[in-house]
């Protein structure tokens, strides 16, 4: 992860307003609010997700500490998802108003934000994929090794390759599009395979490289992660 330079942290600490601290499964943005905010999230997990008419939920993707929250909608318009955090998590506050300063004044952090955005839209890409052309294990070991990589790559998991993150099936099965049984059914043949342990509470995968080759999961290498 790239920190920032000394006059550019200065002018960050200008340019924000304020933390917001979440209790786990407390909502920092509601669909079809209007906010006016953008948010770093320094600490814990959190979940984008859009609920249909029906009731029926959609988990778009999962945010890690350095992602911006908030970047995701059109400034002018109401959001178009929910974010709620997985984990107890703290937010920087930004206010929207200011982002056209911080473009003139900065543009090398203009630069930063559009690739987060675009970091963001691969990641949505490679979630299509799993989705539309993946076999329901591969799916799942997929959204593991997903979940290991960008932990390690922020320090939440360790060596052994375990997460300790209370995602549950339901929220696997609204992920994957996939049924609440077929998810739990594709748990079980996953651990007896030895691939992946996915238990109440922690992910574990045991052989990284052998759950990425079987789930076709190409790590991109792409410089440091700028922070903001």
Same mark, same amino acid.
């Given at each position: 992860?790239?920190?920032?330079?000394?006059?550019?942290?200065?002018?960050?600490?200008?340019?924000?307003?304020?933390?917001?601290?979440?209790?786990? =499964?407390?909502?920092?943005?509601?669909? =079809? &609010?209007?906010?006016?905010?953008?948010?770093?999230?320094?600490? =814990?997990?959190?979940?984008?997700?859009?609920?249909?008419?029906?009731?029926?939920?959609?988990?778009? %993707?999962?945010?890690?500490?350095?992602?911006?929250? $908030?970047?995701?909608?059109?400034?002018?318009?109401?959001?178009?998802?929910?974010?709620?955090?997985?984990?107890?998590?703290?937010?920087? @506050?930004?206010? !929207?108003?200011?982002?056209?300063?911080?473009? &003139?004044?900065?543009?090398?952090?203009?630069?930063? @934000?559009? *690739?987060?955005? &675009?970091?963001?839209?691969?990641?949505?890409?490679?979630?299509?994929?799993?989705?539309?052309? +993946?076999?329901?294990?591969? +799916?799942?070991?997929?959204?593991?090794?997903?979940?290991?990589?960008?932990?390690?790559?922020?320090?939440?998991?360790?060596?052994? %390759?375990?997460?300790?993150?209370?995602?549950?099936?339901?929220?696997?099965?609204?992920?994957?599009?996939?049924?609440? @049984?077929?998810? %739990? +059914?594709?748990?079980?043949?996953?651990? !007896?395979? $030895?691939?992946?342990? *996915?238990?109440? =509470?922690?992910?574990?995968?045991?052989?990284?490289?052998? &759950?990425?080759?079987?789930? %076709?999961?190409?790590? !991109?290498?792409?410089?440091?992660?700028?922070?903001?």
């Amino acid at each position: 992860m790239r920190e920032l330079e000394g006059d550019q942290i200065a002018y960050m600490e200008d340019f924000k307003t304020g933390e917001i601290k979440l209790v786990k =499964g407390e909502v920092l943005i509601e669909q =079809g &609010a209007k906010f006016e905010q953008l948010f770093t999230l320094t600490e =814990g997990v959190m979940m984008r997700y859009r609920c249909l008419d029906d009731g029926r939920r959609q988990i778009v %993707n999962f945010m890690f500490p350095g992602d911006l929250v $908030g970047l995701q909608s059109a400034f002018d318009e109401p959001s178009p998802h929910s974010v709620e955090a997985l984990l107890d998590a703290r937010v920087c @506050v930004f206010e !929207r108003t200011h982002y056209e300063g911080l473009i &003139a004044k900065y543009p090398r952090l203009g630069y930063d @934000v559009t *690739w987060l955005a &675009a970091k963001e839209e691969t990641a949505l890409e490679e979630h299509l994929v799993a989705l539309g052309r +993946r076999s329901a294990k591969e +799916r799942v070991a997929y959204l593991a090794v997903w979940l290991i990589d960008r932990a390690k790559s922020v320090g939440l998991a360790g060596e052994m %390759n375990r997460l300790r993150l209370p995602i549950r099936q339901a929220q696997i099965a609204d992920m994957l599009g996939l049924s609440l @049984v077929h998810t %739990n +059914r594709t748990i079980k043949a996953l651990d !007896r395979d $030895g691939l992946v342990f *996915w238990q109440p =509470g922690e992910i574990h995968v045991p052989d990284l490289k052998t &759950a990425r080759d079987f789930a %076709n999961f190409e790590r !991109r290498e792409g410089g440091h992660k700028p922070f903001i």
